[in-house]
């Protein structure tokens, strides 16, 4: 936590799923089976053969559904829609990590893969409604996912962010490496249950924490 200590941050961008909220949650289990069976059904393959594409579309594109829209010509409502159709009452709130985003007094805003009614009803349930500032979703990203630097780009140049002065909080270090290329501090949210091709770390990111919680609370203290 001394690393890169006392900055005066303007900008605080979160990634919401396994971010915001833990891994283990259950979620991303629902979304997983819901697009491998929309994969299968639609592209005609087999289960087996959906799940391969699954995996293999997210690690080269970011996200499943670029890689059907570049490769399948996938419409990404529909996508969405059926992927999306799951129970989100599994997701808790956890009341002292909500107590500690709201003492952030700069601004701050969701930067996801998601689209909105998505995040809308994640951030529901997790007591997280009217908090943040903004949401910068995937239909604003003109379905452009992170990583891809040109979306990094747009979201800077969207807020008129002084990239020295705004922070980024993800779980996939992929996407946290644009950001450090352009100039924003950045932080490794460990979640042991993404695809190994994708995890791991970098000298170039600026923190890493098993706990955004805890990673805050010192934050906190310290500034």
Same mark, same amino acid.
């Given at each position: 936590m001394?690393?890169?200590?006392?900055?005066n941050?303007?900008?605080?961008?979160? =990634?919401? @799923?396994?971010?915001l909220?833990?891994?283990?949650?259950?979620?991303?289990? *629902?979304i997983?089976?819901?697009m491998?069976?929309?994969?299968?059904?639609n592209?005609?393959?087999? #289960?087996?053969?959906?799940k391969?594409l *699954?995996?293999?579309y997210?690690?080269?594109n970011?996200?499943?559904?670029?890689?059907l829209?570049?490769n399948h010509?996938v419409?990404p409502g529909?996508?969405? =829609?059926?992927?999306h @159709?799951?129970?989100f009452?599994?997701v808790?709130p @956890?009341?002292?990590?909500n107590?500690l985003?709201k003492?952030?007094?700069?601004k701050?805003i969701?930067f996801?893969?998601a689209n909105?009614?998505?995040?809308?009803?994640?951030?529901?349930?997790l007591?997280?409604?009217?908090?943040f @500032? =903004?949401?910068?979703d995937?239909?604003?990203?003109?379905y #452009?996912p992170?990583?891809?630097?040109k979306?990094?780009?747009?979201?800077?140049?969207?807020?008129q962010?002084d990239a020295n002065?705004a922070?980024?909080f =993800?779980d996939?270090?992929?996407?946290?490496?644009?950001?450090?290329?352009?100039?924003?501090?950045?932080v490794?949210?460990?979640?042991?249950k993404?695809d190994?091709?994708?995890n791991?770390?970098?000298k170039k990111?600026?923190y890493?924490?098993?706990?955004?919680?805890d990673?805050?609370?010192?934050?906190?203290q310290?500034?």
């Open positions: 001394e690393k890169n200590n006392n900055i941050f303007t900008h605080w961008f979160f =990634d919401l @799923d396994n971010t909220y833990c891994a283990n949650s259950g979620i991303f289990d *629902q997983h089976i819901k491998g069976e929309f994969i299968s059904s592209l005609n393959v087999s #289960l087996k053969k959906a391969i *699954q995996k293999k997210f690690i080269e970011g996200t499943t559904l670029h890689g829209m570049l010509n419409e529909k996508f969405l =829609d059926y992927v @159709d799951i129970d009452s599994i808790k @956890d009341n002292e990590l107590d985003i003492k952030i007094p700069e701050k969701i996801t893969n909105i009614s998505y995040v809308e009803k994640i951030l529901k349930n007591n997280l409604e009217n908090i @500032d =903004d949401i910068y995937i239909e604003r990203m003109n #452009l992170k990583p891809n630097l979306t990094y780009k747009k979201l800077i140049s969207t807020y962010v002065k922070i980024l =993800d996939i270090p992929q996407n946290l490496l644009p950001a450090a290329k352009l100039g924003l501090k950045t490794h949210v460990y979640n042991k993404l190994k091709e994708l791991g770390r970098s990111i600026d890493m924490t098993n706990n955004l919680k990673w805050l609370q010192k934050w906190i310290k500034n």
